[in-house]
């Protein structure tokens, strides 16, 4: 088994026309030599993505799901964009071959960049890596140290300027997430009303605006395979925006499972944040803050949010196994994970607000009755 992350064999369905690929690459005058060897990555749920093997090339094609309605989820130019206006300042991008919005060529939007060669950390680490406590810590470490080094891009004045209406961030966030919380509610999940109306209560202003990634997790990092320790590629920017800093941190500690968690929290870890040398999610704040010299009031504010924001990612993919829009029988617990978060976002409003302790207890019962069936 190798350490190095390849692609598999195309999904049923999800077939890729090569040769109308292919000569659209050669119109634009991309060299490609021999024969291609497509094959095609496991993850990303939102946009398909595909690895292109020739003789002289190893490429990468994104492209969104077939069907696809809401353009601005799956916007492959903004996505493309994003990436080959940041490259200068950030040198961890794939390089942008090509951007094709011609949609006689293979149905839709699609865009070729460069294969960045290495490992990338899911749920476990490869058993090959074999790193030792101090090896993890400095994984962790040049991990955070990679999303800081993205919140300090000099945006102003460049391309980057047009990715988000910037001040209000955080209130915009907050309105956007609770409708679509809304429009996702099924009746076997908590309706969150404490937790929403607190967190409309404790909207701050933005600590700065800055290129945030909006979906920061070790699964999104390449790691370098003679120094896996080490970051040489960051991936999928298809939620990069201008915003809060402390938005992107909140968010990230969303997933960011830790040793001592309890069991059904582990149940959903999908990136190794439970070694012995990674940080726990206090001190990857303490961490982040130091290194920033941001202070903001109400921490808990972001990772709340965080929490939630996970919550109603989570509920919109249930939403559509509830209503049988898809059977994957993956999705069919979803709802229970859902109850986790919101006790998890409770027990952080609760600790400078003692009117959440109650519902802990409340939606705690519950929880424990949901697991005894």
């Known amino acids: 088994m190798t350490m190095i992350d390849i692609g598999g064999q195309v999904r049923k369905g999800e077939e890729l026309d090569i ?6 690459l050669k119109n634009q005058g991309v060299d490609l030599q021999g024969q291609a060897q497509v094959t095609q990555y496991s993850g990303g749920a939102s946009n398909w993505t595909y690895r292109l093997q020739y003789d002289n090339a190893d490429l990468i094609l994104r492209r969104p799901p077939k069907g696809t309605k809401a353009k601005s989820a799956h916007d492959m130019a903004r996505e493309y964009n994003v990436q080959k206006h940041l490259a200068p300042f950030y040198p961890v991008l794939p390089e942008m071959i090509a951007l094709c919005q011609d949609e006689n060529v293979i149905g839709c939007d699609f865009y070729v960049m460069k294969r960045i060669e290495g490992i990338i950390p899911r749920a476990n680490l490869p058993k090959e890596l074999q790193l030792d406590e101090s090896q993890v810590q400095q994984l962790c470490l040049n991990v955070l140290d990679k999303l800081i080094e993205l919140h300090q891009v000099p945006y102003q004045g460049t391309e980057l300027e047009k990715l988000g209406k910037g ?12 409708a679509r919380f809304s429009k996702a509610f099924t009746p076997n999940i908590p309706d969150f009303a404490f937790v929403r109306e607190w967190l409309q209560q404790h909207i701050p202003a933005d600590a700065k605006t800055c290129v945030i990634h909006n979906d920061w997790r070790f699964d999104n990092v390449i790691l370098d395979p003679q120094q896996p ?16 800093p402390l938005m992107d941190l909140g968010s990230a500690l969303a997933y960011w499972i830790q040793e001592d968690d309890d069991a059904l929290m582990k149940s959903s870890r999908r990136q190794p944040t439970n070694l012995k040398g990674m940080l726990t999610r206090q001190q990857v704040v303490d961490y982040y803050l130091e290194k920033t010299g941001l202070k903001p009031d109400n921490w808990a504010f972001y990772e709340v949010f965080g929490l939630f924001r996970l919550a109603v990612i989570a509920q919109q993919i249930y939403y559509r196994y509830y209503h049988q829009q898809t059977d994957n029988p993956a ?3 979803f709802w229970i994970m859902i109850h986790a978060l919101h006790i998890r976002a409770l027990k952080l409003i609760a600790q400078n607000n003692p009117q959440a302790r109650p519902l802990i207890a409340e939606y705690g019962a519950k929880l424990q009755d949901i697991l005894k069936q």
């Open 19 to 24: 040769a109308a690929v292919e000569s659209w």
């Open 229 to 244: 320790t080490q970051v040489i590629g960051v991936l999928d920017w298809e939620m990069a925006t201008l915003g809060d």
């Open 167 to 178: 001040e209000g961030y955080c209130r915009r966030q907050v309105e956007g997430w609770d």
């Open 331 to 333: 999705f069919k617990d």
